[in-house]
């Protein structure tokens, strides 16, 4: 069972070089040689085994933060501001779907090396947890107050692939007349299998999950919206811009990265798994 309160990643940012045409790259507003520490959270982890026994691919879901302007005394938040979300292996970041899944994308899994300086992921796990398939254990641990998270596993027979997804349950709904749970919980990263190359994919959606069930889920997938263009006002950055020129009269050598649309979760995806309930001892 993961200790999702105590993993993290780290990651130390290459000194900063200024770039030639923006003034804020990446929102950063430092010095230049300036170089940071960030640690940050997992929501969820994903793995992916082979039946043929080779090293398993991990994948983290990182917890968000908005846009923000790093490092900085005053006026930190983008405003409007933007969901930072990433999804990584140990050597990769893997792109988080924008699209339906019926839909297919120019993504690729880009190395860390060249990105960061260094990097570490660090999983604590909890000790003695108990796993369970037991719905009166489930309720009696909820009514308890314990600790859970929850172990979804899929084996997709065609590619010879095991998916095994690891999360907290944040939100978790009993009935104890029918003796009866129903996990609502989120967000995690579900792989793309269609784009399993024999080593990793590139692509995953953002999903939630609901079961009430040990042998079904239920994923709703996240994607982005282009709103009408009578509404695009309220996506126009108001104050500092992190695609501000540093001289507006000369054309950039490298056009700025597109504003993000809006999001919204519209899909479903219904999956044969196996569902597995961890409890954390007493404290």
């Known amino acids: 069972m993961i200790d999702f309160a105590r993993s ?14 923006y003034k804020y790259p990446g929102g950063f507003v430092g010095e ?17 085994s082979r039946d043929d026994d080779a090293p398993p691919l991990e994948i983290f879901l990182l917890q968000p933060c908005l846009a923000e302007y790093t490092i900085a005394d005053r006026n930190l938040f983008q405003v409007p501001s933007q969901e930072f979300r990433v999804a990584l292996s140990r050597t990769h970041g893997i792109p988080i779907a924008r699209s339906p899944s019926t839909e297919r994308e120019p993504a690729a899994a880009t190395p860390h090396a060249g ?5 570490d992921f660090t999983t604590h796990e909890v000790p003695d947890a108990r796993v369970t398939r037991d719905t009166g254990e489930v309720m009696r641990a909820v009514l308890a107050g314990r600790r859970l998270n929850a172990r979804t596993t899929h084996h997709e027979n065609a590619l010879g692939l095991t998916v095994t997804l690891e999360y907290p349950i944040r939100t978790i709904n009993i009935e104890r007349t029918k003796g009866a749970f129903q996990v609502d919980t989120g967000p995690m990263a579900l792989p793309d299998l269609a784009t399993w190359d ?14 009430s069930a040990w042998d079904r889920a239920e994923f709703i997938l996240r994607r982005e919206v282009e709103p009408l263009a009578s509404e695009h006002w309220w996506l126009e950055v108001r104050g500092r811009d992190r695609r501000a020129l540093r001289d507006p ?21 219904v999956v ?12």
């Open 8 to 21: 993290h990643f780290t990651w130390d940012h290459l000194p900063h070089e200024p770039d030639p045409d």
């Open 32 to 48: 230049p040689g300036d170089a940071y520490h960030v640690r940050i959270g997992y929501d969820a982890v994903c793995t992916i």
């Open 115 to 119: 990105r960061f300086a260094g990097t």
């Open 198 to 211: 024999g080593a990793t994919v590139s692509r995953v959606f953002l999903a939630h999950a609901a079961f």
């Open 249 to 269: 009269s000369q054309t950039p050598t490298e056009p700025p990265l597109p504003r993000r649309p809006p999001t919204l979760y519209n899909e479903t995806l």
């Open 272 to 283: 044969t798994v196996r569902n597995e309930i961890l409890i954390a001892p007493e404290s």
